[in-house]
Nanobody, 131 residues
Framework: QVQLVESGGGSVQAGGSLRLSCAASGGTWSNLCMAWFRQAPGKEREAVASIYTGGAIAYYVPAVEGRFTLSQDNAKNTLYLQMNSLRPEDTAMYYC????????????????????????RGQGTQVTVSS
């Protein structure tokens, strides 16, 4: 069983930056597929970025590629999402989710529906970007 706790959300102006954290406890840190998703009011959930914690290149959806960066602190079992050049359309509740890594499936999550098949999910953290 893995518990995920997100933090770091807040309100910023367009062009600003925020760093979200997802701290994991339980499970095997180095063998997780971890991902960030987001959902704005009235919109469907969408994938943002994902990574295999055992060592892999992160995957980003086109909407955030070049602006958002994943990193991890293995000593703290924490995944970070650095968000730069934020836009009003980035406003959403951001969720961290994870599951044990399946070598038969790539940890490059493209769809919002991928969130539903991950076993472990955090409570979410709100990001608001004003113009």
């Amino acid at each position: 069983q893995v518990q995920l706790v997100e933090s770091g959300g807040g309100s910023v102006q367009a062009g600003g930056s925020l760093r979200l954290s997802c701290a994991a406890s339980g499970g095997t840190w180095s063998n997780l597929c971890m991902a960030w998703f987001r959902q704005a009011p009235g919109k469907e959930r969408e994938a943002v970025a994902s990574i295999y914690t055992g060592g892999a290149i992160a995957y980003y959806v086109p909407a955030v590629e070049g602006r958002f960066t994943l990193s991890q602190d293995n000593a703290k079992n924490t995944l970070y999402l650095q968000m730069n050049s934020l836009r009003p359309e980035d406003t959403a509740m951001y969720y961290c989710a994870a599951d044990s890594f399946d070598p038969m499936r790539a940890c490059a999550l493209r769809r919002g529906s991928d969130y539903d098949r991950l076993s472990y999910r955090g409570q979410g953290t709100q990001v608001t970007v004003s113009s």
